[in-house]
């Protein structure tokens, strides 16, 4: 057992007062403040063991006590209405914790350590008092279960271990209650690290959508040039906000009045494939302006992703052109391919309908993918009133009905079923529409590039460049 307390020498006449052991008594505060129950509202339970005590002991009042450092707080107190707690004064409360047992005073005013306090000499007098102990399994006194009368008298052993099993409930009760709110607290805190770590994921998917927007911007040229006697458009869809696509394209001045184009896919999406897409639009850029070559700058470009560590095993498809313009006011156009989806040229024809043919040179390998890949291009000439139409994967891929998809053949039918001015704008917005009308939309990155010659009716030696837009489907796409 624990020490609680040493004795004085006691003057004559006078009970030996004990006095608390500072070390002890450290530790028995440390104890109380454990099971936070100072200054707590009433509680039912400890309000019954004060009832129960003061019906066996027939006493008009009974307590439950907590005895702070400097007070006696009442945490049930029957007949004793109003009194919430007292100073710690010896001879009562304040004894009966620091002894082993319990402590009985049959007669308060022949006890000279009982006869001074509070309760014995104030309104109460209160002449009978015992109190048994509330013990902690690690042995610490936190308060007592009391009964007190106003007239002396004397009770049993067994009356005595009544009392002191009516203490070791109320510790019972306390330690229920101390595992509640263990239990209350521990799942407050979970949920705290729950919402913490929302918030926390709420911010991080707001800044890696945020990220991702920024880097595909750097990605992609900013707005297309003005192009002397050519129209460009341009469209840019991402499947998702937080990754960063694969899709890229430019069209930028190539030396001697000619002009490049390309237009590419990224094997997968992400940061890695982020990387990738920068290599190869900045390859592509310098490639041609050493040699424009369009089978030259794909070989360069090649070499490049098969020898850059950071693009790891990824590679891409792509097709880059060069245009060239001529006398009558049309392009030369020569275009090679990289496993790369064919481009299509597109023209009016007399049954107001649109020629549509697929530019597919035959044998363009994938790019990055093989050290000896071989890459081949062809030449054709883009007249006054015609159109190239280049896109990525994510156009033909995208469901018409579930389980199947649009494909080159549903591509190719849509563009013939045109009608109007091949003009870059009209056939952007058309593949926009076209994609907004699908069921699921497109359900990977999707980028256009479209390039026309104006008719005569537009005045020669100027340019148009175009931005992506955004229209209702098409009511004319699938009829016959």
């Not at 000619?258 to 990224?266: E, S, Y």
């Not at 024809?349 to 044998?363: I, N």
Request: proline share 8%; aromatic share 6%.
């Amino acid at each position: 057992m624990t020490q609680q307390a040493s004795v004085t020498d006691p003057a004559p006449g006078r009970r030996p007062e004990l006095v608390p052991d500072p070390g002890v008594e450290v530790a028995r505060i440390a104890a109380v403040r454990r099971y936070d129950i100072l200054d707590t509202p009433p509680d039912g339970a400890f309000d019954r063991v004060a009832a129960m005590a003061a019906r066996l002991f027939d006493v008009p009042v009974a307590t439950v006590t907590i005895v702070d450092t400097d007070r006696i707080w009442f945490k049930a107190a029957h007949g004793l209405e109003g009194v919430k707690e007292i100073g710690r004064d010896p001879g009562l409360c304040g004894s009966a914790i620091l002894r082993d047992d319990a402590l009985v005073i049959p007669d308060t005013l022949r006890d000279p350590v009982a006869a001074d306090n509070p309760l014995v000499t104030g309104e109460m007098r209160v002449r009978f008092y015992a109190a048994a102990p509330i013990i902690t399994p690690d042995g610490h006194r936190l308060g007592t279960v009391n009964v007190l009368d106003t007239k002396p008298r004397s009770i049993t052993e067994d009356d005595t271990a009544t009392l002191a099993d009516l203490a070791a409930i109320v510790l019972d009760e306390m330690e229920l209650r101390l595992s509640a709110l263990r239990a209350l607290r521990h799942e407050q805190e979970r949920r705290e690290v729950e919402r913490a770590a929302r918030e926390q994921a709420e911010k991080d998917k707001t800044a890696i959508a945020a990220f991702a927007s920024t880097l595909q911007r750097t990605l992609l040229p900013p707005a297309l040039p003005v192009v002397p006697g050519l129209e460009l458009d341009c469209h840019y869809h991402t499947a998702s906000v937080h990754d960063v696509g694969g899709d890229f394209y430019d069209v930028f001045p190539a030396g001697g009045g000619r002009w490049a184009f390309f237009l590419g896919d990224v094997c997968g999406k992400g940061p890695e494939a982020a990387t990738v897409t920068a290599l190869a639009r900045h390859t592509l850029r310098a490639a041609a302006q050493i040699d424009p070559d369009p089978v030259t700058v794909l070989s360069t470009l090649n070499t490049a992703l098969l020898t850059d560590v950071t693009a790891g095993s990824r590679f891409c498809t792509a097709l880059f052109g060069l245009l060239a313009p001529q006398e009558d006011g049309s392009f030369s156009v020569t275009v090679a391919t990289g496993g790369h989806p064919p481009a299509y040229h597109l023209r009016p024809d007399d049954s107001g309908a649109v020629w549509v043919k697929a530019v597919r040179p035959k044998g363009g390998m994938l790019v990055g993918a093989f050290p000896q890949a071989h890459f081949v291009q062809a030449t054709f000439s883009l007249a006054p009133g015609e159109g190239l139409f280049l896109y990525t994967d994510g156009l033909t891929e995208a469901r018409t009905i579930p389980g199947a998809m649009l494909g080159e053949d549903g591509l190719t039918g849509f563009l013939h079923q045109r009608t109007g001015p091949v003009t870059a704008a009209a056939l952007v917005e058309d593949a926009v529409t076209l994609l907004a009308s699908l069921p699921e939309g497109a359900g990977d990155d999707v980028a256009l590039l479209a390039l026309s010659v104006p008719d005569a009716e537009t005045p020669p030696g100027t340019g148009v460049a175009g931005s992506a837009h955004t229209t209702a489907a098409p009511e004319h796409f699938g009829q016959e």
